[in-house]
């Protein structure tokens, strides 16, 4: 079956550490992987989108890989900020999906002072 | 650029009533949108796609006559949960693409709307 898991658990960091968060997935093959930040109450905020045929996105204090033999996607949050404590989604796109996102569970990430 | 807005953003309603959800994209027109919603500590669950002018399509075990959608036009979506009940009572969200006029494939998220139905 298909899965998208990141871990539930939440991630705690000291700020101004690099926070990073996995994205694993079975069974798709996906064209496009998103990472979106979500805080509670709040729909989700795109942050990067990464392309089957691209390794690494950066934008900012932000860096997403993509490794599709590994089937997983790993997202850093460089020098690390108090307000960067939020959850944090991965959602693939298959091709030929209609734009159709499917989320991961997302994990919560706090940074703290 | 890019906003997505909801209204209302919480209602609370008896069982038994009907709660219309809009979904308005505000600075660009979406050729698709797309309901989710959220239970608790858990993901965005697609429930529907729609595209301006043509019916809706309703991810699997997703009652298409209990959730009525609506893309009257490229700016609006309606989502109308019929005859609440209890276990509807979740966080719903929309989110908007322009991807048929842009080179991006990015939605754009709605903040959503809180519905509990007592």
């Known amino acids: 079956s298909q899965k998208i898991e990141q871990n539930s658990e939440a991630l705690n960091i000291q700020e101004g550490k690099t926070a990073t968060l996995t994205c694993n997935y079975t069974?798709?093959?996906?064209?496009?992987l998103q990472w979106y930040r979500q805080d509670p109450g709040r729909g989700p905020v795109f942050l990067l989108l990464?392309?089957?045929?691209?390794k690494e996105k950066r934008k900012e204090r932000l860096k997403v890989t993509f490794d599709t033999t590994l089937k997983q996607s790993l997202f850093h949050i460089t020098a690390s900020q108090p307000a960067d404590s939020a959850t944090y989604l991965c959602?693939?796109?298959?091709?030929?999906?209609?734009?159709?996102?499917?989320f991961g569970t997302g994990t919560q990430l706090k940074v703290e002072l | 650029g890019a906003v997505v807005s909801q209204h209302p953003s919480r209602v609370i309603c008896k069982s038994g009533t009907s709660v219309k959800i809009e979904c308005r994209s505000l600075?660009?027109?979406?050729?698709?949108m797309f309901w989710y919603r959220q239970f608790p500590k858990q993901s965005l669950m697609l429930m529907a796609t729609?595209?301006?002018?043509?019916?809706?399509?309703?991810e699997q075990g997703v009652e298409k006559d209990k959730f009525l959608i609506n893309h009257a036009s490229l700016t609006l979506s309606t989502l109308t949960v019929t005859s609440a009940h209890p276990e509807d009572s979740s966080f719903y969200i929309c989110?908007?693409?322009?991807?048929?006029?842009?080179?991006?494939?990015?939605?754009?998220f709605g903040p959503g709307t809180r519905l509990t139905v007592l």
């Open positions: 959602a693939l796109e298959v091709t030929g999906g209609g734009n159709k996102l499917t």
């Open positions: 990464i392309r089957e045929n691209e």
């Open positions: 729609s595209n301006e002018g043509s019916k809706a399509t309703y």
């Open positions: 600075d660009f027109q979406a050729t698709t």
């Open positions: 069974n798709y093959s996906p064209a496009y």
């Open positions: 989110s908007a693409s322009d991807r048929g006029n842009s080179l991006t494939d990015t939605q754009y």
